[in-house]
């Protein structure tokens, strides 16, 4: 596709559930991040991607949380036993690169998770 | 350790007069920076980004910023605002020494009245 597309756009979990919220990344791009940002706050880092290996979870919140990304294309955010602090919008982004100075990472529209 | 502070909460400008947005950085290397905007219910956008060329910097929409070293700051500048650029601006500083993860500041919410 021509960006980065993350489904579904909105989901409302009872407290205790499990959900799953995924992202497609624009084809070809290496890295992929996932970011967390609460209501009125920035996003914040929650893991990295480069292909399928994740190289970086330091950002996750809890053992609750857990992302794969199998063939290095698509990626999967889990989330086990909601919990209300966990409703956030959950962003992901894509870059081609791996690191450097002109690498630009590319949003998706995120996921907005209601935890009741 | 990297980090953003943007220094107010909220901006509110008339339309066709000057937009100031005002971010101080913190970086153990010579930083890239990036102002993304966020408009309701759509994803961030970049505006621009600063990658140790030139200083002053110029975006999309008409926005520019200019990279000041010894101010340790990178605000953003509009020389006539649109009710259009009313959103959410994010100061943004990367970790180019690792995998260019992101940090951002809070945000500023630009209000444009007519």
């Known amino acids: 596709g021509a960006g980065v597309s993350q489904s579904p756009r909105y989901k409302v979990a009872k407290r205790g559930q499990d959900v799953a919220l995924r992202c497609d990344p624009i084809s070809g791009h290496v890295s992929l991040f996932w970011y967390q940002q609460a209501l009125g706050q920035g996003p914040e880092f929650l893991t990295y991607f480069q292909n399928e290996a994740q190289l970086d979870k330091s950002g996750l919140p809890s053992d609750r949380f857990f992302a794969e990304r199998p063939e290095g294309s698509v990626s999967t955010l889990k989330i086990q036993r909601t919990q209300q602090e966990d409703s956030a919008v959950y962003l992901c982004a894509s870059s081609l690169l791996v690191a450097g100075r002109d690498t630009e990472a590319f949003f998706g529209q995120g996921t907005r998770l209601t935890v009741v | 350790a990297q980090s953003v502070t943007q220094l107010d909460s909220h901006v509110s400008v008339s339309e066709g007069t000057p937009v100031l947005l005002r971010c101080n950085y913190s970086s153990s290397y010579s930083p890239s920076l990036f102002w993304y905007v966020q408009h309701p219910n759509k994803g961030l956008q970049l505006l621009l980004k600063y990658t140790s060329a030139a200083t002053l910097v110029k975006g999309i929409n008409g926005f520019e910023a200019e990279f000041k070293k010894s101010e340790t700051s990178f605000h953003l500048t509009k020389p006539s605002a649109h009710m259009s650029d009313a959103a959410e601006y994010f100061c943004?500083?990367?970790?180019?020494?690792?995998?260019?993860?992101?940090?951002f500041g809070k945000g500023t919410m630009l209000l444009v009245s007519p």
């Open positions: 943004v500083v990367s970790d180019i020494s690792g995998y260019s993860t992101l940090t």
